[in-house]
């Protein structure tokens, strides 16, 4: 009997160091998961209807890039996203023109400026019209409702279809004031269609039709026109031989913050850089030529 007292004593011990570290794991918090790294949070843009495609690609990319971020993009014309930006409607407002050009002094004065890139734009016309190319003085003429028929530019005889953005587009803004030199077009001459896609599908349905779009949606359904005998290049409107062209604006209210200030800065980054180009847009960096209003 007295043999056998070491081995209870043992057998006690290891009994009373098996509760107790049973009882220390029982009183041990779980480790917390490590906090989810890169922009969390959301973000709107509205405006532009030249800007949207590639704004729409940017915020698919970026939501890949960063599953805690959400960026919803949506239309309306430079106008409206210029208003929704500066009344707090929207955290970034998409425009083809500076913000100074459709908002009061004191609006745009409260906006920040980020051009993200360059977009040209072109003379189109429904691909059935014998014309391939304009001068600024036919442009004007055929705008203000001088020129009707498209036999008096070198075409068939054929009646002149005018397919116009609203007054808050800045496509159309920016195709007034580079291509008509600023001239007032004719009322109740034309036909509005609210988006750049409309314009397009209105073009290709629509015979002798003629109206103006961003190169990004220029394709086989449409014809682009040159304008005084020059072609709507990238190289022609880099080197400024091409004069249809704008920037393309993100305007936050005061400095972009939160979402919006990462998905900006990805839109002007190098990795984004390739996109833009194979989008039909021009980055900043090829520009040979500037534009301060």
Same mark, same amino acid.
Request: hydrophobic fraction near 50%.
């Given at each position: 009997m007295t043999k056998c007292k070491p081995f209870v004593i043992a057998l006690i011990l290891v009994l009373s160091l098996?509760?107790?570290l049973v009882g220390c794991s029982s009183n041990t918090q779980p480790t917390p998961?490590? +906090? *989810?790294?890169g922009p969390s949070g959301s973000a709107t843009a509205v405006g532009s209807s030249a800007l949207q495609p590639l704004a729409e690609k940017a915020a698919e990319m970026f939501m890949e890039k960063n599953k805690n971020a959400k960026v919803q993009?949506?239309?309306g014309g430079s106008g409206t996203g210029l208003t929704q930006v500066a009344q707090g409607g929207a955290d970034i407002g998409n425009s083809d023109v500076f +913000? *100074?050009?459709k908002l009061p002094a004191d609006q745009a004065g409260t906006l920040v400026d980020h051009k993200v890139c360059v977009v040209g734009f072109a003379t189109v016309v429904n691909p059935e019209v014998k014309v391939d190319s304009l001068t600024g003085k036919q442009l004007i003429d055929i705008f203000t409702g001088k020129i009707t028929n498209w036999k008096d530019v070198g075409g068939q005889d054929l009646k002149i279809v005018i397919l116009n953005r609203p007054a808050s587009s800045g496509t159309r803004a920016t195709f007034k004031k580079y291509a008509l030199n600023g001239a007032e077009e004719a009322t109740g001459q034309a036909l509005t269609e609210d988006s750049s896609g409309a314009i397009k599908k209105a073009l290709s349905d629509t015979k002798g039709s003629i109206?103006?779009?961003?190169?990004?949606y220029v394709d086989n359904s449409v014809k682009a026109?040159?304008?005084d005998g020059v072609e709507a290049t990238v190289a022609n409107i880099t080197s400024g031989k091409y004069p249809i062209w704008s920037y393309e604006h993100m305007y936050t209210k005061g400095?972009?913050?939160g979402v919006a200030k990462d998905f900006i800065e990805f839109i002007?980054?190098?990795?984004?850089?390739s996109t833009i180009t194979q989008m039909g847009y021009i980055p900043n960096s090829e520009m040979k030529v500037t534009r301060d209003k």
């Open positions: 098996s509760v107790a998961a490590p +906090a *989810a790294s993009v949506q239309g +913000a *100074a050009e109206s103006y779009l961003a190169l990004s026109l040159k304008y400095e972009a913050k002007m980054s190098d990795a984004f850089k």
